[in-house]
């Protein structure tokens, strides 16, 4: 079970951190991923961690966002920096335990996901 949380209204330019807990199964062998998706498009690939080893960013994100994870505590995080209004969506968590590399930013590879936390970019 994934429980995103963290997502808020902020002004372009801000930075904001979204938080992933996890229970259950042996956190650090699971890949972790980042999905978004805007009103009225699909959800789209952000950030993941495979398996506590690399990490993969989208394009559109890469240099401003960063993922990490603290294994102990079964969270994983989505530090946003530099925020556009383009970054407006509603963020989701997930999570995999059978992964495979080449399929770490393809979101039906992912097992498990959280309920979603909103991020909302304006001024």
């Known amino acids: 079970q994934l429980q995103a949380s963290g997502g808020g209204l902020v002004q372009p330019g801000d930075s904001l951190r979204l938080s992933c807990a996890a229970s259950g199964g042996t956190f650090g062998r699971y890949s972790v991923g980042w999905f978004r998706q805007a009103p009225g498009k699909e959800r789209e690939f952000v950030a993941a961690n495979f398996r506590s080893t690399n990490t993969y960013y989208a394009d559109s994100v890469k240099g401003r966002f960063s993922i990490s994870r603290d294994n102990a505590k079964n969270t994983v995080y989505l530090q946003m920096n530099s925020l556009k209004f383009e970054d407006t969506a509603v963020y989701y968590c997930?999570?995999?335990?059978?992964?495979?590399?080449?399929?770490?930013?393809?979101?039906?590879?992912?097992?498990?996901w959280g309920q979603g936390t909103l991020v909302t970019v304006s001024s």
């Open positions: 997930a999570a995999s335990a059978s992964i495979i590399l080449s399929q770490i930013k393809n979101r039906n590879s992912y097992s498990y």
